[in-house]
């Protein structure tokens, strides 16, 4: 009964920023990385997040992932404020809950597919779900690939290994940090495409830090980021218009950096 009761009340987003503000440093030297950003993720949405260099991306993804502490404002992730967590609860939480995919693959080179794909899992204590890590492999294309070991298998396969750990314990949200940088075209498509599957039939949110406006255009929508604050968002973007808007949030931003 309390379960079912739970399910009624889950939010409508799964991870929500209110007013965050992201200071580095003190005094004369601060910077302001994030300047109250507010905004909510849908569940079962792809955002890809964009912005000029500096613009505070990195930033953003690492205090919506709870890797990072905002200096003032408030996160949650799938109904659960992120303040005031022990480190223990809040390392449960990202294992349970978040799925990462980095530029670099991150992945163990010792061991094989198979383990890094359950890894979070066996640190995690849960037993491994045999058939769900068989689906997911099969799912990303590397059902015959799960003896190998990441140095045996090309880029775009390794990172088709990294989403498969991402997906396989059922994340509510996937946080991806320019997930297609190191890879050629053909396989960005895939991997891309991949990222995209699970948003629409299992209603997982994904969250795509990106410059790559073609790797954009695979989102359902883009939010972008200028000089540490929300600078507007596009719907259903196409590669040509996430372009131009980038241009003209790049020529400000250097307007802004040059009468500074
Ligand atoms: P982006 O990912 O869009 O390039 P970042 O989030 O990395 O932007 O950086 C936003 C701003 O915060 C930049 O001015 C950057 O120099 C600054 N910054 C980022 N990390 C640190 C840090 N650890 N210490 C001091 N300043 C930082």
Redesign the pocket.
Known sequence: MRRKQEVIQRSAHSVVLNDVRRV??RGNSS?V?LDGVSIGFARGSFTAVM??????????LHCAAGLDQPTSGTVSIDDQPLAGLSERRLTELRRERIGFVFQSFNLLPALTVWQNVTLPQELDGRRTNRAAVREVLERVGLGDKYKSRPGELSGGQQQRVAIARALVARPAVIFADEPTGALDTQTAADVLELLREPVHTQGQTVVM?THDPVAASYADQVVF?AD?ALAGSMLAPTAEQVADRLTHLGARAARLAAVR
């Open positions: 580095y440093g910077v990385a912005g000029p260099s500096g613009s505070g991306k990195s930033t953003f830090v980021l540490g």
